[in-house]
């Protein structure tokens, strides 16, 4: 680290000369120019703040740098005040806008000036002079390039700390720079306030502050990517603390002892210790266990590895885990725990179980609600205190809808809020609000159905949640995609241009084909699709404008027609009519003829010509790839995939080996359900990297490559070779049952026609003539009031096995049917 980080060690002078004014700072050291001056020591920082000593306008912020001093102080660094006088000349006392600033000195050089304003509490003061203290320390960075390049130059060296916070000078920020003033000559830190970069580490929550450790010191090879361990606690000073001495413990340890006995840091620190019990003959296995517990479980346990043959205390015989708690005297459990998920959702509930206890305490005597009849119903529970910024979209109602969605272009999101798959698209609405905002002419808005059904029923959205495009008064276009931010966020951006674009000559092809033309469009299209047309074809025109409108949001589509069109088919020898697909990624050109092809089989050669040769598979693209309806060669890998696995595959799928299979990898790192679908296969977590075969669409066998050969062409070309002959043994076959959820569901509007029947029955029942003579009593204008729904709304419902599916019975609000009660 540089020498700047020593001047802490010898000590550092803090002094903010300001206007005397109010009694609460008496105690700031006050010293005059010329004696402020006379004190200046080389190797100490000073800051300076100069103003007239009748100035009454500092009044508050005196107030926050009182504050400041004792924090301060706790790192070496004193805090006073200086009044200018009169007769004074230094450049500090001049001017009123130097009056406005404060001046940081290291001796007699001047380090850095800041605003008064951007000091506006105490929080604000100790994060901006240690980050201007430790600029050498701390590495502000603005792009994802720049990470990488820190990662890359750490790699074998030295661990990072890497944090987000929404702005600087905030209570976060102030946490990190005072975790780098005891950390920084042990860990590289690096900090950012830009949201792009924590997208691209996979963040959910980005409105919030994270900080994560980049596992760099144990990784070897470049192309090899960093563990990343992200802190689930909220960024603060202790907890960083916390976090950081966890991260500096043993990932693993081996104990031989009563573990009723055993301490470690962990303990020390308020966190839980997590035995793996385990027996000498299976010890390889169980400490390959033990490891993924430990790292699914870093920041939040300690975990040991225990032979049971090596101790001579009474272990109960079934018993594979031992759990101690950091408090003093209670006693240590022993459990049955088959399941790494198991093991880590046990910890997390002994961590945040009392948190948990107290949220819940008014639903004690209900229903278990954090198991729904669906996972998008139980994520939307378990997530119901997270407070969405609803100020990022427009809610629009039957007096502002028409004169929103006609004067601008505009996309409305019709949802229900008491639905918990409308919930779960409104999180994802306001997450590409949050990346939207300030960037894009497109106004979001939404509709609530349950308030505003006539709205619903007038735009016809018979279900929802329902996200529509209004644009230049052309028909509304649906969004068909997932529930997720980067799918809504790609349907909003492609439909900021026509599909199909109309191109207009030679040279603006060859623009749009090189991604120029739509630069700022590519990252969200796989493929630039272009129709070339003689001008007399107006039919196969026609046909290839009708694909466009189906692709419409979800590629970049052009279409030239021009007389000179010959010179794009000559280029890439085609005949017209004919499509080109630029794969921007491959940086290749494909060229299609498409004679007597109809737009739904253009759409088909397009979507398929999407996908990727050997994909990364994630829980969004892989019902893509299963459609395909191939058996699933799968290599798992425990982060980046090895190169020449790699290399070895494509050169497998370029000779056409692998045509009867989707050849894919997963990254246990970016998709951690993969880690419980090898314990599936496997029932514990095996050896890494692993080739998998998995035959999903007939019989659901699961074959795995063996794990003593290299991963070789002439290895897996002969293993498959047997796999087609029938000589290689399924490791598991995995059931054919329905995937049904875990609670049955039911029809709660059944029930509400139930006990509406049942209420009519009642005697009491105010009759129906009654209701009808007290309505027509009723003043006949009552345009103010909210109206009731009466159209028939259907509500999407997710289910496991069969995705959406629709609920159709109308709901009921009239008179007849809910009858109140008499007295």
């Known amino acids: 680290m540089s020498s700047s980080f020593s001047v802490f060690r010898v000590g550092i002078s803090f002094a903010m000369m300001c206007i005397f004014h109010v009694s609460a700072v008496d105690f700031l050291p006050e010293l005059s120019p010329q004696k402020f001056f006379s004190t200046l020591q080389p190797g100490k920082a000073i800051l300076a703040y100069f103003c007239q000593a009748d100035s009454s306008s500092t009044s508050v912020f005196l107030e926050e740098l009182n504050e400041a001093v004792e924090p301060l102080q706790d790192y070496g660094i004193s805090v006073a005040k200086v009044n200018c006088v009169t007769e004074e000349t230094s450049r500090y006392c001049g001017k009123e806008e130097d009056l406005m600033k404060v001046y940081l000195f290291r001796g007699s050089v001047l380090l850095r000036e800041f605003p008064t304003d951007t000091l506006f509490d105490v929080n604000a003061i100790v994060a901006h002079v240690l980050f201007a203290l430790l600029f050498n320390e701390v590495k502000y960075i603005t792009t994802l390039g720049d990470l990488q390049n820190i990662e890359d130059a750490r790699k074998g060296k030295t661990n990072i700390v890497f944090s987000y916070v929404r702005a600087i000078g905030t209570p976060e920020h102030r946490a990190v720079m005072e975790a780098a003033f005891v950390y920084g000559t042990t860990y590289q830190f690096v900090l950012t306030t830009e949201i792009s970069i924590l997208e691209s580490i996979g963040t959910e929550d980005i409105e919030y502050a994270h900080l994560y450790f980049f596992h760099c010191k144990p990784v070897l090879d470049l192309s090899q990517q960093c563990k990343r361990t992200l802190m689930e606690q909220s960024l603060t000073t202790l907890n960083v603390h916390q ?101 880590v959702s046990h910890v997390e509930s002994d961590i945040y179980g009392t948190q948990t206890e107290e949220d819940e305490v008014s639903d004690m005597d209900g229903p278990n609600m954090d198991i729904q009849d669906d996972e998008v119903a139980e994520t939307v529970y378990r997530d119901r205190k997270r407070q969405l910024p609803l100020e990022l979209t427009v809610e629009l109602t039957e007096e502002t809808f028409n004169a929103t969605v006609t004067s601008s272009d505009s ?31 497109m106004l979001l808005t939404r509709v609530n159905c349950a308030d505003w059904s006539h709205v619903c029923t007038k735009q016809n959205v018979t279900e929802f949640p329902v996200v529509k495009m209004y644009k230049g008064g052309e028909n509304p276009v649906s969004y068909a995609g997932m529930l997720g931010t980067e799918d809504l966020l790609k349907f909003i951006q492609l439909n900021r241009i026509s599909c199909p674009v109309n191109i207009t000559s030679v040279k603006e092809a060859e623009e749009y084909l090189s991604g120029e033309l739509f630069k700022d469009l590519i990252s969200y299209s796989t493929l630039s699709v272009l129709g070339l047309f003689h001008p007399t074809m107006t039919t196969a025109k026609e046909e290839f404008i009708e694909a466009g409108s189906y692709l419409k949001g979800c590629f970049i589509t052009g279409i030239y027609s021009g007389e000179d069109v010959s010179i794009l088919s000559n280029k890439y020898a085609v005949t017209l009519p004919a499509l080109l697909l630029a794969k921007h990624k491959e940086g290749k050109i494909e060229s299609i003829p498409l004679a007597n092809t109809h737009g739904q089989d253009i759409v088909q050669i397009v979507r398929n010509a999407s996908l990727e040769t050997f994909p990364e598979i994630t829980v969004e693209n892989l019902p893509t790839y299963l459609r395909l309806k191939k058996p699933l060669l799968i290599l798992f890998s425990d982060g980046s995939i090895d190169p020449q696995h790699k290399k070895t595959i494509l050169m497998l799928i370029k000779e056409k080996h692998l045509d009867l299979l989707t050849p894919c990898w997963l990254n246990l790192n970016n998709t951690p359900v993969g880690r419980g679908v090898l314990q599936a296969y496997f029932h514990v977590l095996p050896p890494l990297p692993l080739l998998v075969v998995v035959n999903l669409h007939s019989g659901g066998q ?122």
Request: charge should be negative; include cysteine; hydrophobic fraction near 45%.
């Open 243 to 343: 976090f950081i001495k966890t991260m500096e413990a043993p990932l693993l340890t081996e104990v031989a002892e009563d573990p009723q006995q055993v301490s470690t840091v962990h303990l020390q620190l308020g966190l839980p210790l997590v035995f793996i019990v385990g027996q000498q003959a299976t010890y390889e296995a169980d400490r390959i266990t033990a490891e993924w517990v430990a790292w699914r479980l870093l920041g939040k346990a300690g975990v040991l590895l225990l032979l049971r043959d090596s101790l001579e205390v009474d272990i109960p015989q079934d018993a594979n885990v031992i759990f101690k708690r950091a408090e003093e005297g209670v006693p240590v459990e022993f459990l049955v725990l088959n399941d790494v998920e198991l093991i």
């Open 411 to 441: 996309i409305v999101l019709f949802y229900a809020d008491w639905q918990a798959v409308s919930m779960a698209l409104l999180q994802s609405y306001i997450d590409v609000a949050i990346k939207l905002k300030g960037t894009s002419s």
């Open 702 to 823: 699961v074959f795995a490559f063996p794990s003593d050969q290299a991963v070789t062409e002439q290895n897996l070309l002969l293993w498959l070779k047997k796999l087609e002959a029938g000589q290689e043994s399924h490791i598991t076959i995995l059931p054919a049952q329905e995937w049904k959820p875990p609670l049955p569901a039911y029809d709660f509007l059944s029930m509400i026609d139930a006990a509406a029947s049942h209420t009519r029955k009642v005697s009491e029942c105010v009759k129906e003539t009654d209701v009808q003579e007290d309505y027509k009593e009723q003043p006949e204008d009552q345009s103010a009031a909210r109206k009731e729904p009466t159209g028939i709304l259907r509500m999407k419902h997710w289910n496991r096995s069969n995705g959406f599916e629709e609920a159709k019975k109308p709901f009921r609000h009239d008179n007849k049917e809910l009858c109140p009660k008499v007295s």
